[in-house]
């Protein structure tokens, strides 16, 4: 059974950093592409990132390039995301998945998500 | 970017009702990337459908999607109680990723 397990969503100050992990299992992790997507209250769905299976390439939309980090530990079988210079817009539920674009090399819907992990950006 | 236009943004239907939700791109979706996804209160969002008309696993066969280019829709044949919710269409054939706003499937 697949399960992917978000956490280290918190309460943050604007200006503040973050990282998320997203513990992965149930699959061969590292065959698979990886995505964040995220979900302000009340709000639609917002692609964040997707990172390709050996990890040596990603992929950001621009509202997060540069200051979003999507990474992942195969050894460990997580995905993370580390987030600075975070803003009240930024907060949101973030959920990861398994799927995502890799421009020229993989095109996956996102075909199981986790649970998400609230991310709270306020002074 | 390409931009998924959803419609309509509320339904309100009785159980064992046909519906059809409708997606229009701004512009043409690569190789028909396409995917809905249904998403229930304090619930993640579940793959219905890829690639415009494939069904995921486990998906019940009264969920369909069809469409080709920039118009796409997802038929619901004969809703059912647990059928009530958002739905979301998505294209992942360009960068980056896009979501529909979602159409609102309410019980009437």
């Known amino acids: 059974e697949v399960q992917l397990l978000e956490s280290g969503g918190t309460l943050v100050q604007p200006g503040g950093s973050l990282r998320l992990s997203c513990a992965a299992s149930?699959?061969?992790?590292?065959?698979?592409?990886m995505s964040w997507v995220r979900q302000a209250p009340g709000k639609g769905l917002e692609w964040v990132s997707s990172?390709?299976?050996?990890?040596?390439?990603?992929n950001y939309p621009d509202s997060a390039k540069g200051r979003f980090t999507i990474s992942r530990d195969n050894s460990k079988t997580t995905l993370y995301l580390q987030m600075n210079s975070l803003r009240a817009e930024d907060t949101a539920l973030y959920f990861c998945?398994?799927?995502?674009?890799?421009?020229?090399?993989?095109?996956?819907?996102?075909?199981?998500w986790g649970q998400g992990t609230l991310v709270t950006v306020s002074s | 970017e390409i931009v998924l236009t959803q419609s309509p943004g509320t339904l309100s239907l009785s159980p064992g009702e046909r519906v059809i939700l409708s997606c229009r791109a701004s512009?043409?979706?690569?190789?028909?990337?396409l995917a809905w996804y249904q998403q229930k209160p304090g619930q993640a969002p579940r793959l219905l459908i890829y690639?415009?008309?494939s069904r995921a696993t486990g998906i019940p066969d009264r969920f369909s999607g069809s469409g080709s280019g920039t118009d796409f829709t997802l038929t619901i044949s004969r809703l059912e109680p647990e059928d009530f919710a958002v739905y979301y269409c998505?294209?992942?054939?360009?960068?980056?990723?896009?979501f529909g706003q979602g159409t609102r499937l309410e019980i009437k």
């Open positions: 998505q294209q992942y054939g360009t960068s980056p990723i896009t």
């Open positions: 149930g699959f061969t992790f590292t065959s698979y592409a």
């Open positions: 690639d415009a008309s």
């Open positions: 512009q043409s979706v690569s190789n028909n990337y």
């Open positions: 998945a398994k799927g995502g674009l890799i421009v020229g090399r993989i095109t996956k819907a996102l075909g199981y």
């Open positions: 990172i390709s299976p050996s990890g040596d390439t990603t």
